[in-house]
């Protein structure tokens, strides 16, 4: 019932259609969504009742992709969530799973099957079936009991008009920690789709070794796949980047609207979980609330600095009041008729506007004016400035252990200052070390093991590049957020490694010479791949219906990106670039976020992430 619940809420609130998703930039990734949303009509489209059977995980991911509405027309009754329990006895006859390819998982779906009487199974595994739960299913002995094994190619899912994820949050753990390189595989996979749909990519650049390893996977599935897709192409470059390039971006705390949200709220699948204090303050708004470039209002206000948001939101309210005035002065049918065209346009304006208010008034609250926050993003801001006295950082960092501080923040800083300073002194990592596990106990050891097993928190091996690197990227900048001339805004006063490094990167090789020596401070491969296009297909013209066309730029995060990295690249894209910026990533992520995937203890308490 509640996954039923989950997925018709979310075709509910959706109801305003996805023109959102071919609106803003060059490529049109509605066209994506029909092509996955067609496979999954298609996989369960037959004329017996049947169930769906889904992995927890994929509801939310699914329900972006199709409306219930669509799979019961094609014979879906019952939705259930894969769990430890049997199938109800009022099962229809024929089940269809849904999962990702996770061996625990395939244990959930053989007990359901021992326990069950249906006639059919048909297991599909997303995005791709393995060897290994192929194994299991013959291990627990259900394996002749299921009608079909096969795999439901779900790489990229549209989040908005620019933005695409694999939901793939275990990406940056499974390769840093586990030498796991399945996402990567995944990843390839993905733009190999990507390039059926929109076109073969004309050239291919890129930074870090986890990028190359994608870029040549990449190509060997092309040489393998014998019919090249004859579509002229759409993209005109992509550029790669392996996430363990520019880990201090998500350590650093964003300070856009809509990567506020997500710190405060976590964004999941484009819906927000709202809190009691906003639902208290806007009077019969949903538990869910759907944020994309579908709300004009979120789309305007979602990528400014925060402390520009409460003045548009002010200006906008008394513009709307000046605009219900109106009816006063309506004295005549036409001009009643007039006010009456606008007023259900008005009214969805006004809940956007109440919902916004309300979101940031508690942003404001909890975050933005609270001692804490403003004392840890002093910190930050002393720690990516590059010349910083590194005892004062110290020394707030002790204060927050002694304060028993959360300890995803305090987390957040000593990564912070391991990354800048490639390493931390012996003396100085002991310290922490051994101040961490006697504050918040030493249940915690493995997950300093994690972080330093992923480059996160670590003794210092050599002299570190970032001042270096500050400077000639020129990642500090001071500006007035409210007129913001350089991306360093997102990150208030900080431009994130990456973007920069991707202005670089995205210009034509013949540009870039001058920066090769500072990318070779930055580790990891640089590859730039020229593809060579099917016979018969050229280069899309630099000008369309007689207007010109700015390129288009598809830039892909190997491990993940946050929301402020993509207003980033927006900003790019609309005051300082004649380029168009798609991204697709393997999760939109926070540093608390990140942190948390690399979270482990002993007792593995299901509380164990209370402090994140």
Same mark, same amino acid.
């Given at each position: 019932? &509640?996954?039923?619940?989950?997925?018709?809420?979310?075709?509910?609130?959706?109801?305003?259609?996805?023109?959102?998703?071919?609106?803003?930039?060059?490529?049109?990734?509605?066209?994506? $969504?029909?092509?996955?949303?067609?496979?999954?009509?298609?996989?369960?489209?037959?004329?017996?009742?049947?169930?769906?059977?889904?992995?927890?995980? *994929?509801?939310?991911?699914?329900?972006?992709?199709?409306?219930?509405?669509?799979?019961?027309?094609?014979?879906?009754?019952?939705?259930?969530?894969?769990?430890?329990?049997?199938?109800?006895?009022?099962?229809?006859?024929?089940?269809?799973?849904?999962?990702?390819?996770?061996?625990?998982?395939?244990?959930?779906?053989?007990?359901?099957?021992?326990?069950?009487?249906?006639?059919?199974?048909?297991?599909?595994?997303?995005?791709?079936?393995?060897?290994?739960?192929?194994?299991?299913?013959?291990?627990?002995?259900?394996?002749?009991?299921?009608?079909?094994?096969?795999?439901?190619?779900?790489?990229?899912?549209?989040?908005?008009?620019?933005?695409?994820?694999?939901?793939?949050?275990?990406?940056?753990?499974?390769?840093?920690?586990?030498?796991?390189?399945?996402?990567?595989?995944?990843?390839?996979?993905?733009?190999?789709?990507?390039?059926?749909?929109?076109?073969?990519?004309?050239?291919?650049?890129?930074?870090?070794?986890?990028?190359?390893?994608?870029?040549?996977?990449?190509?060997?599935?092309?040489?393998?796949?014998?019919?090249?897709?004859?579509?002229?192409?759409?993209?005109?470059?992509?550029?790669? +980047?392996?996430?363990?390039?520019?880990?201090?971006?998500?350590?650093?705390?964003?300070?856009?609207?809509?990567?506020?949200?997500?710190?405060? &709220? $976590?964004?999941?699948?484009?819906?927000?979980?709202?809190?009691?204090?906003?639902?208290?303050?806007?009077?019969?708004?949903?538990?869910?609330?759907?944020?994309?470039?579908?709300?004009?209002?979120?789309?305007? +206000?979602?990528?400014?600095?925060?402390?520009?948001?409460?003045?548009?939101?002010?200006?906008?309210?008394?513009?709307?009041?000046?605009?219900?005035?109106?009816?006063?002065?309506?004295?005549?049918?036409? /001009?009643?008729? /007039?006010?009456?065209?606008?007023?259900?346009?008005?009214?969805?304006?006004?809940?956007?506007? $109440?919902?916004?208010?309300?979101?940031?008034? +508690? +942003?404001?609250?909890?975050?933005?004016?609270?001692?804490?926050?403003?004392?840890?993003?002093?910190?930050?801001?002393?720690?990516?400035?590059?010349?910083?006295?590194?005892?004062?950082?110290?020394?707030?960092?002790?204060?927050?252990?002694?304060?028993?501080?959360?300890?995803?923040?305090?987390?957040?800083?000593?990564?912070?200052?391991?990354?800048?300073?490639?390493?931390?002194?012996?003396?100085?990592?002991? %310290?922490?070390?051994?101040?961490?596990?006697?504050?918040?106990?030493?249940?915690?050891?493995?997950?300093?093991?994690?972080?330093?097993?992923?480059?996160?928190?670590?003794?210092?091996?050599?002299?570190?590049?970032?001042? *270096?690197?500050?400077?000639?990227?020129?990642?500090?900048?001071?500006?007035?957020?409210?007129?913001?001339?350089?991306?360093?805004?997102?990150?208030?006063?900080?431009?994130?490694?990456?973007?920069?490094?991707?202005?670089?990167?995205?210009?034509?090789?013949?540009?870039?010479?001058?920066?090769?020596?500072?990318?070779?401070?930055?580790?990891?491969?640089?590859?730039?791949?020229? /593809?060579?296009?099917?016979?018969?297909?050229?280069?899309?013209?630099?000008?369309?219906?007689?207007?010109?066309?700015?390129?288009?730029?598809?830039?892909?995060?190997?491990?993940?990106?946050?929301?402020?990295?993509?207003?980033?690249?927006?900003?790019?894209?609309?005051?300082?670039?004649?380029?168009?910026?798609?991204?697709?990533?393997?999760?939109?992520?926070?540093?608390?976020?990140?942190?948390?995937?690399?979270?482990?203890? %002993?007792?593995?308490?299901?509380?164990?992430?209370?402090?994140?």
């Amino acid at each position: 019932f &509640f996954l039923f619940l989950s997925w018709t809420q979310t075709g509910a609130m959706s109801s305003r259609g996805k023109s959102y998703l071919s609106s803003g930039t060059g490529v049109n990734l509605a066209s994506l $969504r029909e092509f996955i949303r067609r496979d999954l009509l298609d996989l369960v489209n037959s004329p017996s009742a049947k169930a769906l059977v889904l992995d927890p995980s *994929l509801t939310g991911v699914l329900g972006l992709v199709a409306e219930y509405s669509a799979l019961k027309e094609r014979g879906v009754e019952k939705m259930y969530p894969l769990d430890s329990s049997s199938l109800p006895k009022d099962c229809p006859p024929a089940v269809i799973y849904l999962l990702r390819p996770k061996p625990a998982l395939v244990s959930l779906i053989a007990a359901q099957i021992k326990s069950g009487k249906q006639q059919e199974y048909h297991v599909y595994f997303v995005p791709r079936k393995t060897v290994v739960c192929e194994r299991a299913l013959q291990s627990e002995g259900v394996y002749g009991s299921i009608t079909t094994i096969s795999e439901y190619a779900l790489n990229l899912v549209p989040l908005d008009s620019d933005l695409m994820s694999m939901e793939q949050p275990l990406c940056y753990k499974e390769c840093a920690l586990w030498g796991d390189r399945t996402s990567l595989y995944y990843a390839a996979n993905a733009l190999m789709q990507l390039q059926i749909i929109f076109g073969i990519i004309p050239r291919i650049v890129g930074k870090g070794d986890l990028a190359k390893q994608v870029a040549d996977i990449m190509l060997r599935l092309r040489a393998e796949h014998h019919e090249q897709p004859l579509v002229t192409p759409e993209i005109d470059s992509l550029v790669i +980047i392996d996430r363990s390039v520019d880990l201090v971006t998500p350590m650093c705390r964003q300070v856009t609207y809509e990567g506020l949200i997500d710190e405060s &709220f $976590r964004i999941e699948n484009n819906f927000i979980n709202l809190p009691e204090e906003v639902k208290a303050g806007v009077p019969g708004s949903p538990s869910k609330c759907e944020l994309n470039s579908g709300d004009k209002l979120y789309s305007e +206000i979602r990528d400014m600095h925060i402390s520009k948001v409460g003045q548009l939101l002010n200006r906008r309210a008394r513009n709307l009041s000046a605009e219900y005035d109106e009816r006063h002065s309506a004295s005549t049918v036409a /001009q009643l008729k /007039q006010f009456t065209s606008k007023l259900q346009r008005m009214k969805d304006e006004e809940a956007s506007l $109440r919902l916004h208010t309300e979101i940031t008034r +508690i +942003i404001n609250m909890t975050m933005i004016k609270s001692e804490h926050f403003r004392a840890n993003l002093e910190c930050e801001q002393s720690l990516v400035s590059g010349d910083a006295d590194p005892d004062k950082s110290h020394d707030y960092i002790e204060d927050c252990i002694c304060r028993k501080e959360p300890l995803g923040d305090v987390l957040r800083l000593l990564c912070l200052q391991s990354l800048i300073n490639n390493g931390l002194k012996p003396k100085v990592y002991d %310290f922490y070390r051994r101040e961490l596990l006697q504050t918040y106990g030493h249940e915690h050891m493995l997950t300093l093991d994690n972080l330093e097993k992923a480059g996160l928190f670590k003794l210092q091996e050599s002299k570190s590049h970032y001042p *270096l690197l500050c400077k000639q990227l020129n990642l500090t900048v001071e500006e007035d957020p409210d007129v913001p001339v350089d991306i360093s805004y997102t990150y208030s006063g900080y431009a994130p490694l990456s973007v920069r490094l991707i202005q670089q990167l995205a210009r034509p090789a013949a540009d870039g010479q001058a920066m090769e020596e500072i990318l070779k401070l930055i580790p990891g491969a640089k590859f730039d791949i020229e /593809q060579e296009l099917p016979a018969g297909l050229k280069p899309r013209e630099d000008e369309e219906q007689g207007r010109a066309r700015q390129p288009v730029t598809l830039v892909f995060f190997i491990g993940g990106c946050t929301f402020a990295e993509v207003s980033a690249l927006r900003f790019l894209s609309q005051h300082i670039e004649g380029r168009d910026y798609v991204v697709a990533t393997s999760k939109i992520i926070t540093g608390s976020g990140l942190l948390e995937t690399l979270r482990e203890d %002993f007792a593995h308490r299901p509380d164990a992430l209370d402090v994140l």
